[in-house]
């Protein structure tokens, strides 16, 4: 009885030992970045200093150089550049669009040009418009309604969601599949609203896709700003008949060739089980690319500077991966995943950040019920740093290809700002908060040194 | 036994139904302020049409005129203007700083007079500097290192804490104190560090105070942007005998006539037990009081019209309180505290919002451990908001007088940002997110709705 009190005593001692250790370490981690953080110097040189990453782009060759550069100087035990190609997509000259109620009498609205989309004819394209918030709408329409005009998609994502990433999931299929199901029934164009919950002027791209159509029977497709699809909606209503102007100039070129960046600091351990840590290095060009995905760049560089400032020596490989081309292609994941298995690397983790740099909330797994219990058991430790969500779900597009016996994650920000700045002109450094972006790398790091101590249970480990 | 065993299938439906007919309610109330919310356009009057709101001030009279007729529109069973004599302090002509290294050679530093400061002497005050941190480094350099100088508190917010309230209540004391403490060891002028976690070049204003010193004695306070404050730091490092110039042109003028905005719906079963919701209607002058207190007032307007919008009947009656001079003096909130005294009023209940219009995160609570437990209760209805924060701690200013055998709490929303804007010239419209401040408003009904329907538990019933 009392070797029991005993031994209760001393299992209850190293428990709470091993808490308060990890409670300190998660500290380091929060300080150091808050105190003494690189990320929002390296964002602000992302941003300012090159720009704009469209993949194949000038700009993401020199984000390839300087984050490279900046691994370099981490003292990792490997950095290098893993190559691969990627699609070559130019926006060319400036989109132009008007809405013409009587010859002479026209507005001038914001649009651009959807990534993926072929030019309009020289000259441009005019055409009368029709307005659809869905594609059933098409169907019930059909062709007789709808050649020879431009589709007008103006669904509007729900404001009453929370999760503002569950209501571009409802709505962007617009953009992604418009073209596609709009050459179907004759449509001579595509203009889709922006995805965004704010009405404002900015039109916002991101890519598109053709599926099997011929090059031949492509049709441009453009996005408008909220405050011009709502002007269109009223103007319609008025009067059916109004004509769409608009130009532009995009062209998909050869494909070019690219590189993931890579670092990694060796497991002591267990030097081949891997895990990742990444964000994309490319971005669209109309903004400078700080919140999709500078900051998700920056964070996760910044989990290998914060163990190495902390000195904390993790037991398994932790590898940081600047992924390529996640916009309009996903090569660079594709191809890391691909390069894995080829070498039968052992991939137990991998977390992305590419949901901006907004205040961290927390992540969302897809992993086992085994190993989601281990993330349950630590919330208290994030609880000081006001991080709660920890939830099933999703991941991450670059690290997706990874998936398997593995646990994958994705860092989950506050979302609400989110898509005033995604994709658009608005998406540049100075609407990023320092201090929330970096409680983002200080959380990552955490969860990714949680794991690293903890193990992940692989399944199949579980079976043997 | 069957019986027990139907009483407990029973009773878990009426549990589950009270549930899910409270998760309805919260939904009626977000989807309402999401979709159809009032709060973003009443701060855009406020701001763009009023702006800043310094009491005293002709915008303070407007913005009360402004609030009352809009509370009028809602329908509500009773509004009216408690009148409140407050203090009017005026900044005067644009104040002017510069540092000097050898006579002619200066350059311009961004600072504002703090409010309740004196002018300085006509031309303005030239003399040196000595940085200090803290009250005891006064103490130890002592009289003659001081007389005659500008006292320069330089202690800076922390950037490690992860509540940005705890970090500015660890200087505040520099700003509020200062000039009392330096006029002890005969300083001619303060100089305050602004309370602002960024590097940038804006001047935080907020009160001070001189506590018994002599109105002949007062010496000149003003607040110094943080790179302003950097910049200083760093030449008094190489040179101590640079000399300072500042002048400011305020005054504090006799007390004027003002008035706390009430307005309220009559409770259907309890009309004299008073649940108050209330934000603070003064603000600084350099911006225009978007976030600090527009946000606080206009969210709570929105409680009582989403309860009339959504057909939701309170027992209690629920009064919106927009109390005058937070700033400067709480006048407002003491006022309607002695009033409510004097007429006996049954309050059970106030909360207010005065953090920000940033992404809700929860609330403080100064309460009893039994009404906290209610709250604790309610933690899963909130869930689906992203709502975590329950704690206890303080509540707000303005109903602090009201203290006693209620509950008193705080919204609490995400801080990261809130110091780059608190008194500065940066408090504007542009910077609150619509949907951010209607998830705010939301959240506050939905806690009043909670302790309306279950009722707050008065220490003095739990005696009787």
């Known amino acids: ?193 922006s995805m965004n919950l704010r009405l404002d002027d900015y039109p916002h791209a991101g890519s598109m896709s053709y599926g099997d159509v011929a090059v031949a029977k492509r049709i441009p497709a453009a996005a408008i700003s909220t405050n011009g699809a709502e002007l269109l909606s009223t103007m319609l209503l008025l009067d059916k008949n109004i004509e769409f102007y608009f130009s532009q100039h995009c062209k998909q070129l050869k494909d070019v060739q690219s590189y993931n960046v890579i670092g990694e600091i060796t497991g002591s351990t267990y030097p081949n089980k891997i895990m990742v840590v990444g964000g994309h290095l490319d971005s669209w060009d109309l903004g400078d690319g700080a919140h999709d995905d500078g900051a998700g760049v920056v964070q996760s560089m910044e989990v290998l500077r914060l163990f190495k400032q902390t000195g904390y020596e993790p037991k398994h490989t932790i590898r940081v991966v600047l992924f390529m081309n996640e916009e309009n292609g996903l090569r660079g994941g594709k191809k890391y995943a691909k390069v894995a298995a080829n070498k039968k690397e052992n991939h137990v983790f991998a977390l992305e950040s590419d949901s901006g740099g907004f205040t961290p909330r927390g992540f969302s797994f897809d992993c086992s019920d085994e190993n989601f219990k281990k993330v349950i058991s630590w919330k208290s430790l994030f609880k000081p740093y006001l991080i709660h969500y920890f939830e099933k779900g999703g991941s991450g597009a670059d690290i997706g290809p990874l998936k398997g016996d593995n646990v994958l994650c994705g860092l989950r920000p506050d979302s609400q700002r989110y898509f005033d700045h995604h994709h658009a002109a608005t998406d540049t450094f100075e609407h990023v908060n320092k201090r929330e972006l970096e409680l983002g790398s200080a959380t990552m790091t955490s969860l990714v040194y949680l794991f690293d101590k903890y193990e992940v249970i692989q399944n199949s480990k579980v079976k043997k």
Not at 9 to 16: L, R
Not at 91 to 102: F, I, L
Not at 124 to 132: N, P, S
Not at 147 to 168: C, D
Request: charged letters at 25%.
């Open 1 to 193: 009885m009392k070797n029991s009190v005993l031994l209760l005593i001393v299992f209850f001692s190293i428990v709470s030992f091993g808490q308060t250790d990890d409670a300190k370490m998660l500290k380091s981690f929060y300080d150091t970045s808050l105190v003494n953080g690189k990320s929002y110097d390296w964002l602000n040189h992302l941003s300012n200093q090159i720009g704009g990453r469209l993949s194949g782009s000038y700009n993401a060759e020199k984000a390839v150089k300087y984050t490279k550069k900046e691994l370099d100087k981490l003292g990792l035990d490997k950095v290098w550049l893993q190559p691969v190609m990627v699609p070559k997509w130019v926006r060319g000259a400036k989109e132009y669009a008007y809405v013409e109620t009587v010859p002479g009498k026209s507005t001038v609205l914001p649009i651009c040009a959807l990534g993926g989309s072929v030019a309009t004819p020289q000259g441009g394209l005019k055409a009368k418009l029709i307005e659809v918030k869905s594609f059933d709408e098409l169907e019930q329409l059909g062709k007789e309604k709808i050649a020879g005009k431009i589709v007008f998609y103006n669904r509007p994502m729900k404001a009453e969601l929370i999760s503002t990433f569950q209501a571009y999931g409802g709505c962007v299929e617009q953009r992604y599949k418009g073209a596609e199901k709009a050459i179907a029934y004759g449509a001579v164009g595509v203009l889709v609203r």
